[in-house]
């Protein structure tokens, strides 16, 4: 029987697919979001020199350096494509950073419980079908606004109108620009290389038609 050629007239738009989890789902899923704890745990002792100097000239600014730990969930969710990956990858990033040993212990983990939640929310508003460069930055940026709110009412309640507003907005430019667009591109690279062969994921962004 010939190969039947199948056009994707929507290269963004995965086909309708179970959403229900396999093995390789989990496998690599735990791998990328692991792989992003370790990028946590170096960001968590690198980042304060970046970020420290953006700080004294606007205090606010330096959660322009969020981004940094908002990735693995918007990653994680365009990888595998199903609910609750968004979720899983940012927790399990977390969780990997906190067992590291981090300055903020085990609140980590709720860091992580929220972005991955934001991320996951607007993966969810576009019913898991929808996987363009638009909507990862969505994510991101959605995912920085959470960050940058959790961490004002934590750290900063009792901080001026516009430290919160500078701190919310520098986080959800970061969030939009690294974890969002940055995710996008590396999976782009990823599924050129054919690492991501096995997934729609990989198939669609590398411009093959999603079996």
Do not use: C
């Not at 989990?26 to 100097?53: C, D, E, M, R």
């Not at 906190?98 to 903020?104: F, I, P, S, Y």
């Not at 898991?128 to 991101?140: D, E, F, H, K, T």
């Amino acid at each position: 029987m010939g190969r039947q050629h199948i056009t994707d007239p929507t290269p963004d738009h995965a086909p309708a697919a179970p959403w229900r989890w396999r093995v390789i789902d989990i496998v690599v899923a735990s791998v990328l979001a692991v792989a992003s704890g370790l990028v946590f745990v170096f960001w968590n002792i690198a980042s304060n020199p970046i970020t420290a100097p953006l700080e004294a000239v606007v205090p606010g600014l330096q959660a322009l350096g969020g981004g940094g730990w908002l990735f693995a969930g918007v990653l994680t969710g365009l990888v595998i494509r199903k609910p609750g990956a968004a979720v899983y990858g940012e927790m399990v990033a977390a969780t990997v950073s906190a067992l590291v040993g981090n300055q903020w212990g085990v609140l980590t983990i709720e860091f992580g419980l929220v972005q991955g939640l934001a991320a996951e929310v607007v993966f969810a508003v576009f019913l898991y079908r929808r996987w363009n460069l638009s909507v990862a930055v969505l994510a991101g940026a959605v995912a920085g606004l959470a960050m940058g709110v959790n961490e004002v009412i934590l750290w900063y309640p009792d901080a001026t109108t516009a430290f919160k507003a500078i701190y919310t907005g520098s986080g959800i430019v970061s969030g939009a620009v690294i974890a969002g667009a940055g995710s996008w591109f590396v999976v782009k690279g990823l599924a050129k290389t054919g690492a991501l062969s096995r997934f729609a994921s990989g198939r669609v962004m590398a411009g093959h038609p999603a079996r």
